[in-house]
């Protein structure tokens, strides 16, 4: 198993650009989400999703959308890139199995600079 | 909403000696799950530890263990016999029971290992 793999994994944009981050797992994992980290902040959900055609909002959702065709991908889009959205960026899953500890696992991160 | 404290944002310690980090959470849950997750320089974050609220008994896994106070909404991490390759960022983080897979993180605490 690859686990949980995220591209690319350094990324620079101009303002008003648009990107998508991708994120892969092959563990048949329900629940993917990403999150956003910045320094002092801690990890921030940003878009979550608990099975293939369902996705909602986190805590900083805002100028970021999401899809979930597939139980394996879930992109992160950027409609119009802005210097606030300069932060690395994290994809993780898990089972998504009610009543147990639902260990969530994470991809290595994508490290993405708005300029 | 809840919440995870860190409230310290830098700790060191010896090689070979013991350290404690410390975690408090606010929440008016019964049901939830407590995690501590290792960030080293690679970015990778790294499962440490986890403890279910329901359980009395306190978690373990090799070196690392925790102090789970319910009552007190308190979940610190004790590193024993530091290496030096416990040296990152470690972040507690939240999450609530049932079918809520969502992840709420502290801010970190940057642990640096002496020789």
């Known amino acids: 198993n690859a686990g949980v793999t995220q591209t690319p994994k350094f990324q620079v944009l101009k303002t008003g650009q648009s990107m998508t981050l991708q994120c892969a797992q092959d563990?048949?994992?329900?629940?993917m989400s990403w999150y956003r980290q910045d320094p002092g902040m801690g990890l921030r959900l940003i878009h979550y999703?608990?099975?293939?055609?369902?996705?909602d909002q986190g805590e900083v959702p805002n100028g970021y959308n999401v899809s979930r065709s597939t139980t394996e991908d879930f992109p992160l889009r950027l409609l119009s890139a802005a210097p606030s959205q300069t932060s690395v960026y994290f994809c993780?899953?898990?089972?998504?199995?009610?009543?147990?500890?639902?260990?969530?696992?994470f991809g290595p991160g994508t490290r993405l600079t708005v300029l | 909403a809840q919440t995870v404290t860190q409230s310290q944002p830098e700790m060191s310690v010896q090689e070979a000696e013991t350290v404690t980090l410390s975690c408090t959470y606010d929440?008016?849950?019964?049901?939830?799950?407590l995690f501590w997750y290792k960030q080293p320089p690679s970015r990778q974050m790294i499962l440490v530890i986890r403890?279910?609220?329901?359980?009395?008994q306190n978690a373990t896994e090799n070196r690392f263990s925790v102090n789970f106070q319910k009552a007190a909404k308190s979940f610190s991490l004790k590193i024993s016999d530091s290496q030096l390759g416990d040296a990152a960022m470690y972040f507690c983080?939240?999450?609530?029971?049932?079918?809520?897979?969502?992840?709420?993180f502290g801010k970190g605490t940057l642990l640096t290992v002496n020789p």
């Open positions: 993780a899953s898990s089972l998504g199995r009610a009543g147990s500890t639902d260990t969530q696992y």
């Open positions: 563990m048949n994992h329900e629940y």
């Open positions: 999703s608990v099975g293939a055609g369902i996705t």
């Open positions: 929440t008016s849950e019964s049901d939830y799950y």
């Open positions: 403890q279910e609220a329901y359980k009395q």
């Open positions: 983080a939240y999450r609530s029971g049932g079918s809520n897979y969502k992840l709420t």
